[in-house]
């Protein structure tokens, strides 16, 4: 076989084995995600080959597309500009998970900690734990646990405090030292790889600094939000007061008694086109571990504009809670989307400044209606292994959040007992409601929602 021959198999298997990762996304309006390779589109129809087959979905079933080659090429001039900086690397890892597609993201990952060996945010991501000071594989850390109970160094979890209340510093050696935080410590995780800065001065700074540099208009600080904004002022501060009060009914919802050490970002651009041009487009918004980012104007998606900052809201409150709610969503994802498609509902008036959660969309509600008289309805179990869509997530959630007050509180026990890293979301929903009988449980649901005006 001669150099040319040689050269054209092994450039040909390199494209073979190439494309069996590059695939493809499908964000379907029912909350579904299916990846593989589009053969065919045009205005009404996709045709995508996936590792079940060739599947053909309407245009008006699929919230957005994410393109493999577009990905490829922000992928690549994103990864030029964060070489070097683990954080960056990690955080592009962050985006990469966002848009599905895993094999860039560990890339990423593994990148980071050939930088940095101990980026616990990479690590973590590589399903690495920390077991006595060394970090060591999932499948090691049990094996050496067995062996050898002692070993376990990992801080327990506890709740942040805020500085004011920790030690005082006295010039004692530990006295207010920053530790790293450890794998079991979810919160302490998420206020790693957030950008602002804890004091007020430095704060301020970093505002004026990032603004320029993002070459936004105005910034605006709320409660709970900082509003980097190419809006009006008053349009930025409406908005701002809005997502303060879906902040305070998530804690409501969740039952959360934590302390937000800083405030969170929300890049808020003034149309699509400039939305596209500085974030690279995607859909209408996203959450990527640090910030919102979202435009005005949106129409086409529930509730438009205000409907998709209150979901991704409700995706970052999740982050904070849980750690990383990427990870919750792999084992309950019908409760990560559940709640963000409740909160998604809400409605906002901009001149009283007034949001009504609760909302039922008559649409999803008359939808769910006909599969439940179908008897198509999953169960309860169904859904908490993965059956149904967005309507049968939601309709779980609100179920549990309105039906009577003691389904609510063992909801709120089930969301904290998500925080655990290595919690079985299934058994925990089980134990949560271990004294209900899930026949009655489901039917009560289907009951309530035939019934539900």
């Known amino acids: 076989m001669n150099t040319l021959t040689k050269t054209l198999v092994l450039l040909s298997m390199f494209l073979v084995c190439f494309s069996m990762f590059a695939e493809d996304v499908l964000l379907l309006r029912v909350g579904k995600v299916v990846t593989g390779k589009i053969e065919k589109e045009d205005d009404e129809t996709v045709l995508i080959n996936t590792k079940h087959g060739k599947m053909t979905y309407r245009k008006d079933e699929i919230d957005s597309i994410i393109y493999y080659e577009d990905f490829r090429k922000q992928y690549e001039q ?22 599905y597609q895993e094999r860039e993201a560990r890339e990423c990952f593994e990148a980071a900690i050939k930088i940095n060996p101990n980026h616990t945010g990479a690590r973590g991501e590589l ?11 999932q499948e090691e850390y049990d094996r050496l646990l067995k062996e050898n109970p002692d070993l376990k160094k990992e801080v ?3 709740e942040e405090k805020p500085p004011e209340e920790e030690k005082p510093n006295d010039g004692s050696e530990n006295s207010n030292e920053k530790k790293e935080p450890t794998l079991t410590d979810e919160s302490a995780i998420f206020w790693a790889r957030q950008m602002v ?8 700074k970093w505002m004026f600094e990032r603004q320029k540099q993002k070459e936004f208009k105005t910034f605006h600080c ?13 349009l930025t501060r409406q908005h701002s007061m809005f997502l303060d009060q879906a902040y305070n009914e998530l804690c409501r919802i969740f039952a959360y008694k934590g302390k937000q050490k800083v405030p969170f970002v929300v890049d808020f651009y003034a149309n699509s086109e400039e939305y596209s041009s500085k974030e690279g487009g995607g859909g209408y918004g996203f959450y990527d571990g640090k910030r919102i980012v979202t435009y005005f104007g949106i129409t086409g998606t529930q509730n438009g504009t205000g409907g998709i900052m209150l979901r991704e809201s409700a995706h970052q409150f999740e982050d904070m809670v849980w750690g990383d709610y990427q990870r919750v969503k792999q084992k309950a994802q019908w409760v990560v989307d559940g709640i963000a498609t409740y909160m998604q509902e809400a409605r906002f008036n901009l001149s009283t400044g007034e949001l009504k959660v609760g909302i039922v969309n008559s649409d999803r509600l008359e939808a769910l209606k006909a599969t439940i008289r179908r008897g198509q309805m999953p169960t309860i179990e169904g859904i908490l292994s993965g059956a149904g869509g967005e309507n049968e997530w939601w309709a779980l959630c609100y179920f549990l959040i309105h039906y009577n007050q003691e389904l609510y509180k063992q909801f709120t026990v089930y969301l904290a007992a998500l925080k655990r890293k290595d919690c079985d979301a299934v058994q925990e929903f089980k134990n949560a409601f271990a004294k209900f009988d899930f026949k009655g449980l489901y039917e009560n649901l289907k009951d309530y929602f035939i019934k539900l005006h």
Request: contains cysteine; proline residues 5%.
């Open 156 to 158: 327990p979890p506890r």
């Open 197 to 204: 800065p804890e004091d007020l001065k430095e704060r301020k």
């Open 127 to 137: 399903g690495y734990r920390n077991l006595g000071g060394n970090w060591v594989t």
């Open 222 to 234: 709320s409660n709970h939000y900082i509003f980097f904004s190419n809006l009006s002022e008053e």
């Open 78 to 99: 994103r990864f030029k500009k964060a070489e070097g900086d683990a954080d960056a690397l990690y955080n592009l890892g962050l985006w990469c998970k966002k848009q």
